[in-house]
């Protein structure tokens, strides 16, 4: 059987979720340059794909976190995705705001979260991970016990794996730079002389191109 990582990667690609530019690079909102620029909302557009998203996130919450209370899903682009996940899991929803609001309760999250709560956090994608770090400790600091993070694409930074590690929250995603990249050149998005650039990009990201 194909491992979902090939699989998810190669929908990503198809459905223009992911797309690939060595020549041209995209700006992310952080000003870095990249040549990979990925917006997850396009899946809820598509709804095979859809499907084969958050079928996929239930298995590998069942699978390593099987106690799990709640589904969080981080605003925005997890909002969806998680809701579909707890639907399917019949589990109690929340999502976690970036920031509190600035009226009414100043609510950092929507929903009820009990104290105690065993959550997983979903989110859409994993660049730096600080944003997603910043909805886990929203939880925790409301009485929330985070037992793990599941993500749809991780970038692979080296920063991001240090950045989990130190926060002490266990991560797992359906797909990866490395395998997207892998899919990408076996479907002919990218060719093999790019290879060598976008693995520069990867591990060096705020410093690209020297």
């Given at each position: 059987?194909?491992?979902?990582?090939?699989?998810?990667?190669?929908?990503?690609?198809?459905?223009?979720?992911?797309?690939?530019n060595v020549?041209?690079?995209?700006?992310?909102?952080?000003?870095?340059?990249?040549?990979?620029?990925?917006?997850?909302?396009?899946?809820?557009?598509?709804?095979?794909?859809?499907?084969?998203?958050?079928?996929?996130?239930?298995?590998?919450i069942k699978?390593?976190?099987?106690?799990?209370?709640?589904?969080?899903?981080?605003?925005?682009?997890?909002?969806?995705?998680?809701?579909?996940?707890?639907?399917?899991?019949?589990?109690?929803?929340?999502?976690?705001?970036?920031?509190?609001?600035?009226?009414?309760?100043?609510?950092?999250?929507?929903?009820?979260?009990?104290?105690?709560?065993?959550?997983?956090?979903?989110?859409?994608?994993?660049?730096?991970?600080?944003?997603?770090?910043?909805?886990?400790?929203?939880?925790?600091?409301?009485?929330?016990?985070?037992?793990?993070?599941?993500?749809?694409?991780?970038?692979?930074?080296?920063?991001?794996?240090?950045?989990?590690?130190?926060?002490?929250?266990?991560?797992?995603?359906?797909?990866?730079?490395?395998?997207?990249?892998?899919e990408a050149?076996?479907?002919?998005?990218?060719?093999?002389?790019?290879?060598?650039?976008?693995?520069?990009?990867?591990?060096?990201?705020?410093?690209?191109?020297?």
């Open positions: 059987m194909e491992k979902i990582e090939k699989v998810i990667a190669r929908e990503l690609l198809h459905i223009n979720a992911v797309q690939l020549e041209q690079p995209f700006t992310w909102a952080s000003g870095w340059r990249s040549p990979i620029y990925c917006d997850n909302r396009r899946i809820l557009s598509f709804p095979e794909v859809r499907k084969l998203v958050y079928e996929s996130l239930v298995r590998l699978q390593h976190f099987p106690d799990v209370d709640v589904i969080a899903g981080v605003a925005t682009g997890a909002i969806a995705h998680g809701a579909l996940v707890a639907e399917n899991m019949g589990k109690p929803f929340i999502y976690i705001r970036s920031a509190a609001k600035g009226h009414g309760l100043a609510n950092m999250i929507e929903g009820v979260l009990e104290p105690g709560a065993k959550v997983v956090v979903v989110e859409d994608l994993i660049s730096t991970g600080s944003s997603s770090l910043q909805a886990v400790e929203a939880v925790r600091k409301a009485g929330g016990e985070v037992v793990g993070l599941v993500a749809i694409f991780s970038y692979n930074f080296p920063v991001a794996r240090r950045n989990f590690e130190n926060a002490d929250c266990v991560l797992y995603t359906l797909t990866n730079y490395i395998s997207l990249i892998e050149l076996q479907c002919n998005y990218i060719k093999t002389s790019d290879m060598e650039t976008l693995e520069q990009w990867r591990e060096n990201p705020d410093k690209w191109p020297a």
